[in-house]
């Protein structure tokens, strides 16, 4: 698998995401943004800080943890 993609662990505290190609972490990122902890802020607003510079139309986001 040489895909890129984004994996999202949300919980309730924090949220940690990691940018892959295939089966390698290029970079992994954590923030207190955990869904009990969005201060005001959309869920959307804070996806798309924690993964600024990572995100095109084409790599897809997986999530897990409270998130859903």
């Known amino acids: 698998m040489t895909a890129r993609y984004i994996a ?4 309730s ?6 940018l892959y190609q295939g089966d390698k972490c290029l970079e992994s990122r954590q923030s ?3 869904v009990t ?6 869920p ?3 996806l798309a800080e924690v993964t ?9 986001v ?4 409270m998130i859903g």
Do not use: F, Q, Y
């Open 8 to 11: 999202i662990d949300w919980g």
């Open 32 to 34: 207190e943004a955990g």
């Open 62 to 65: 997986v999530m897990a943890g």
């Open 13 to 18: 505290t924090n949220l940690r995401a990691w």
């Open 37 to 42: 902890r969005l201060n005001g802020k959309s």
């Open 52 to 60: 600024t510079h990572w995100r095109d139309s084409a790599t897809p």
């Open 44 to 46: 959307d607003a804070v």
